[in-house]
Every structure is written in C-alpha cells, then in structure tokens.
C-alpha cells in the first residue's frame, strides 16, 4: 500500500488485487495510511488451488481487474 500510495503522489495511478481474507487488513492500514487505493479482492484460499482453478478464478475476476486497470476501480 505504501508504494501505490507513492505512485500515485507522482501521478501514477495504482490499484491492487488481494484474497478476501486480507480485506480487513487492507482497510485498517488504509486507515492508518489515510490512503484507500482501487482494490479488487478474489475468493481465499490462493496458494492451494489448481491451475484449472486459478484460471477459472481469473476468468471470473477478468472484467473487474479490466475496470481496475483502465478505470480506476
């Protein structure tokens, strides 16, 4: 968070893609930071699916990682 936070006080937008486990963690050092940058959160777990199942995750989350990256959340 620290570094799209530094990004964007040079003008350069950032986001970031996290599990939901992490969403409360995201939002209470947004808070501490005074920065809440574009975030998308994807189904937990993450390091024990498949390759067939990271695929169909980021098949599902393509279009909301589109509008992070082109619109900005």
């Given at each position: 968070?620290?570094?799209?936070?530094?990004?964007?006080?040079?003008?350069?937008?950032?986001?970031?893609?996290?599990?939901?486990?992490?969403?409360?963690a995201?939002?209470s050092?947004?808070?501490?930071?005074?920065?809440?940058?574009?975030?998308?959160?994807?189904?937990?777990?993450?390091?024990?699916?498949?390759?067939?199942?990271?695929?169909?995750?980021?098949?599902?989350?393509?279009?909301?990682?589109?509008?992070?990256?082109?619109?900005?959340?």
């Amino acid at each position: 968070m620290h570094d799209i936070r530094e990004l964007d006080s040079r003008g350069i937008p950032g986001g970031f893609i996290a599990s939901e486990v992490f969403r409360g963690a995201a939002q209470s050092q947004g808070d501490a930071l005074g920065f809440h940058p574009d975030s998308l959160f994807v189904a937990h777990p993450i390091q024990d699916r498949t390759d067939a199942e990271m695929q169909a995750l980021a098949e599902q989350a393509f279009e909301r990682v589109q509008k992070l990256v082109c619109e900005g959340g």
